[in-house]
């Protein structure tokens, strides 16, 4: 007498991978990257800014307007200040993302943080952009007039 094995025993069979299903995972390696890479970035970016602003010259004394429209008068601090703006935001705003997915138990709950840390990040980037790419060192308060001559 043949037997023939059972269903249980014998292996799954599984449908091949489609191109877009293969290429799925390549979104959570560039999110890993970005994160290691950014933060690498960042650690120079931000001890460079705290090394400029708090260790050279007199101290947090010295940080006051004039300061601030000195260091702003220079492309390279113009710049500097806006890669950690941009990279600081980014990298935090995905690390609270990884925060929101893993313990948001509903998906309704998620879909509403994730939202809200989106338009967050969003509204913090216009205004830091903003701040840094239209700063007037020269404006007078009292009017909307430029004081500074040249």
Sequence with gaps: MTTS???ADAPALVA????????????Q???????RLSGVVL???VFGHLFVN?????????IDFAFVAGKWASPFWQVWDFAMLWLALLHGGNGMRTIIND???RDRTRLWLTGLLYAAV???LVVGTLTITTFDPCIDPASTLSVCTG
């Design 54 to 62: 708090l260790v050279m010259g007199e101290g947090i004394k010295q």
């Design 122 to 124: 969003a509204v913090t």
């Design 29 to 35: 390696l560039y999110g890993w990257l970005f994160m």
């Design 43 to 45: 650690l120079v970016l």
């Design 103 to 105: 313990y948001s138990e």
């Design 16 to 27: 091949p991978r489609t191109r877009r299903q293969r290429g799925a995972g390549n979104g």
């Design 5 to 7: 094995p059972s269903t």
